[in-house]
Each structure stands twice: as structure tokens, then as C-alpha cells.
């Protein structure tokens, strides 16, 4: 199992808001900037939030990050179908990279 | 613009070893602050973190498949290596690269699949 921990699924309406967890240690999430990730339906992952809470240019502003202690959330509001994907965190622990085992949002 | 792309075998036999590309352009491997990383996603399944290499050749394996992997890079070619010995089926995945930066992998290649199967 992954060394940060996610929801396997969440799922909401068009145009609600959902939120996504990523659970952790002192040895990464604790100490370490956490990011985000998307991957569409066959596709590359892709930086959606960095250092945990800042969005790279062309990152709507519905996508949010935050972290308090050993946890990170991903924040998506205004649902669209175009964000069914996986999402992904990450961090460094000790030196090493780790990621979450992926979230799937499904948009009803 | 940044943008890396991996190369390689889409077809390995079991035991051999696989050797992957990883081609930059858009920044330079001598950048300070900047490494690549290797990255596999079996079918299916989630993101798995494999090797780090950064600006000043320091590298970094998981702890789980490290006796198996080495990676290395030649900056006059913008070219990242990773090495693979002794591949099994369950090696099965698409492998990506992507450039990190202090806290982050910020751009991705697009990945190639690679299949073990006798």
C-alpha cells in the first residue's frame, strides 16, 4: 500500500464542490510540501498544485490545496465532467518520492 | 517550452533488463534546483516513484526496487537513462519521466508502455 493515504473515490455533482484527503507522516506530508496531481482517462499526469496550496499558470482557481500537520486536501469546486480523473499527492519522505494511491473522481 | 519524452523497448522478456530514455528539452539537466525523476503506473494502478537523478548527478531509488535500477544522464544530450535488471511480468506499466523541481514534478512526459511477456 501506498505511504500516503487517499480515498479510493469520491464522487459529487456538476457544479458542487468536493474535497479530496491525503493522509500522512511527520517524515513526509509533517515536513515536506505537498502537491497534486490529475490524470485524465489515458493521459500523463499532470501538476494541477504545488508547495501545498499554489497553482501553476493555467490552473483554474476552482482547484485549491491546503495542509494542516500530516494532512494535505485537494479542493475542486464548480464541478465540470472534463474533471472526471484520477488525482494523485505527493511529497518527499526522507529523501525519497512518494505518492498517494489515487483518488477517483467521478462527477454524476 | 518544456518537454520530455521517453523512449525504449514496448516489448521486454522476462530476466532481461529494460533500458529507458528520457529526452529533455526547454531546460537544461545542469539547471540547479532541477532533476528528473522516473515514474510507473502499472494498468490500473497508481503512480509508483522509481529514481531521482538531480542537477549534480546526486541520485535517489526506491527503497523497494533499488538493487534493480540505475539511472544516469548525459546533459550534452538532455538525456536521462534508467536501467531495469531482471524484469518479471508484474514490471508490466507505462513509464513515465518528469522534471522535478524543489517541491514537485512539473512537466511529464507522455509515457511509453512497456510489456514483459515471454
Known amino acids: 500500500q501506498s505511504v500516503l493515504t487517499q480515498p479510493p473515490s469520491v464522487s459529487a455533482a456538476p457544479g458542487q464542490k468536493v474535497t479530496i484527503s491525503c493522509s500522512g507522516s511527520?517524515?513526509?506530508?509533517?515536513?515536506?510540501?505537498v502537491s497534486w496531481y490529475q490524470q485524465l482517462p489515458g493521459t500523463a499526469p499532470k501538476l494541477l498544485i504545488y508547495?501545498?496550496?499554489k497553482r501553476p499558470s493555467g490552473i483554474p482557481d476552482r482547484f485549491s490545496g491546503s495542509k494542516s500537520g500530516t494532512s494535505a486536501t485537494l479542493g475542486i469546486t464548480g464541478l465540470q465532467t472534463g474533471d472526471e480523473a484520477d488525482y494523485y499527492c505527493?511529497?518527499?519522505?526522507?529523501?525519497?518520492?512518494?505518492f498517494g494511491g489515487g483518488t477517483k473522481l467521478t462527477v454524476l | 517550452q518544456v518537454t520530455l519524452k521517453e523512449s525504449g523497448p514496448v516489448l521486454v522478456k522476462p530476466t532481461e533488463t529494460l533500458t529507458l530514455t528520457c529526452t529533455v528539452s526547454?531546460?537544461?539537466?545542469?539547471?540547479?534546483?532541477?532533476?528528473v525523476s522516473w515514474i510507473r503506473q502499472p494498468p490500473g494502478k497508481a503512480l509508483e516513484w522509481l529514481a531521482h537523478?538531480?542537477?549534480?548527478?546526486?541520485?535517489s531509488y526506491s527503497t523497494s526496487l533499488k538493487s534493480r535500477l540505475t539511472i544516469s544522464k548525459d546533459t550534452s544530450k538532455s538525456q536521462v537513462v534508467l536501467t531495469m535488471t531482471n524484469m518479471d511480468p508484474v514490471d508490466t506499466a507505462t513509464y513515465y519521466c518528469?522534471?522535478?523541481?524543489?517541491?514537485?514534478?512539473?512537466?511529464w512526459g507522455q509515457g511509453t508502455l512497456v510489456t514483459v511477456s515471454s
Open positions: 505527493g511529497t518527499w519522505d526522507s529523501s525519497l518520492w512518494v
Open positions: 508547495e501545498n496550496n
Open positions: 518528469a522534471r522535478r523541481v524543489p517541491a514537485a514534478l512539473d512537466y
Open positions: 511527520s517524515s513526509n506530508i509533517g515536513n515536506n510540501y
Open positions: 526547454g531546460f537544461s539537466l545542469s539547471n540547479a534546483r532541477m532533476g
Open positions: 537523478i538531480f542537477s549534480n548527478d546526486e541520485k
